[in-house]
């Protein structure tokens, strides 16, 4: 390639991004990843008190219908297999949205999380954080995340720093939200019967406290 040739195709290139350039100043690009961000942001809303407008959550309800899998699961991209994470969250979500119990959209991730070794408690922990923040799943099934270790000195090796950033801005939040008793509103019950993620929320025994603490290291084994 000679040098005016070169100069020629730079100069090409930079004109085409510069086609993609928004008024903002900046460059949008497609970014194809987990259902499981969806669903969670459905439950912020609902957590947060934010109504959802009807044309985002048509939207929203049309992703999970596009995303699903053949067997009526989602799972962490489009061609992974099904995950009891992703699906347990994109069912809560769903219902959080007015989706009945009987729409096959539901219906079939209900039956898929049925046949899941464990059910809806095969959930890994970060799952558990969820349903509980939604008072579906009791807080004394979830790995507890105590805010005193961020006030521990930071020298020590396994002060929260030191985790991985994603990890990190999530054990922040759970450190602070898991204090917090929260409420999905209406449909809770029957949300509740459906996931069959027990323990109760109301457990205050310590056998009872036992009972899901074994139940959810069972399940993650």
Same mark, same amino acid.
Request: glycine share 8%.
């Given at each position: 390639? =000679?040098?005016?040739?070169?100069?020629?195709?730079?100069?090409?290139?930079? %004109?085409?991004?510069?086609?993609?350039?928004?008024?903002?100043?900046?460059?949008?690009?497609?970014?194809?990843?987990?259902?499981?961000? =969806?669903?969670?942001? &459905? @439950?912020?809303?609902?957590?947060?008190?934010?109504?959802?407008?009807?044309?985002? $959550? =048509?939207? #929203?309800?049309?992703?999970?219908?596009?995303?699903?899998?053949?067997?009526?699961?989602?799972?962490?991209?489009?061609? /992974?297999?099904?995950?009891?994470? #992703?699906?347990? +969250?994109?069912? &809560?979500?769903? $219902? @959080?949205?007015? &989706?009945?119990?009987?729409?096959? +959209? #539901?219906?079939?991730?209900? $039956?898929?999380?049925?046949?899941?070794?464990?059910?809806?408690?095969? @959930?890994?922990?970060? *799952?558990?954080?969820?349903?509980?923040? +939604?008072? +579906?799943?009791?807080? %004394? *099934? &979830? =790995?507890?995340?105590?805010?005193?270790?961020?006030?521990?000195?930071?020298?020590?090796?396994?002060?929260?720093? $030191?985790?991985?950033?994603?990890?990190?801005?999530?054990?922040?939040?759970?450190?602070?939200?898991? #204090?917090?008793?929260?409420?999905?509103?209406?449909?809770?019950? /029957?949300?509740?019967?459906?996931?069959?993620?027990?323990?109760?929320?109301?457990? /205050?025994?310590?056998?009872?406290? /036992?009972?899901?603490?074994?139940?959810?290291?069972?399940?993650?084994?």
């Amino acid at each position: 390639m =000679t040098r005016p040739t070169a100069r020629a195709a730079r100069d090409r290139a930079i %004109d085409h991004l510069l086609s993609l350039q928004s008024p903002r100043g900046d460059w949008e690009g497609e970014m194809v990843w987990c259902p499981m961000i =969806t669903a969670q942001w &459905v @439950i912020v809303q609902r957590v947060a008190g934010r109504e959802i407008p009807e044309a985002a $959550r =048509t939207g #929203v309800i049309r992703h999970f219908e596009v995303t699903r899998a053949p067997d009526g699961s989602w799972g962490l991209h489009p061609e /992974s297999h099904g995950y009891v994470f #992703v699906t347990a +969250l994109a069912y &809560v979500a769903l $219902r @959080i949205l007015g &989706v009945g119990p009987d729409s096959p +959209l #539901v219906a079939d991730a209900r $039956r898929w999380l049925h046949e899941q070794p464990g059910g809806v408690l095969a @959930i890994p922990t970060w *799952g558990k954080f969820w349903l509980a923040m +939604l008072d +579906l799943y009791g807080w %004394d *099934g &979830v =790995t507890p995340s105590p805010p005193e270790l961020w006030l521990l000195p930071r020298a020590l090796p396994f002060h929260p720093v $030191r985790y991985y950033c994603h990890t990190r801005a999530i054990y922040l939040a759970e450190s602070r939200c898991g #204090v917090c008793g929260l409420h999905c509103g209406p449909g809770r019950a /029957s949300i509740r019967r459906a996931c069959a993620a027990a323990p109760s929320p109301c457990a /205050s025994s310590a056998s009872s406290a /036992s009972s899901a603490r074994a139940r959810t290291r069972a399940c993650l084994q």
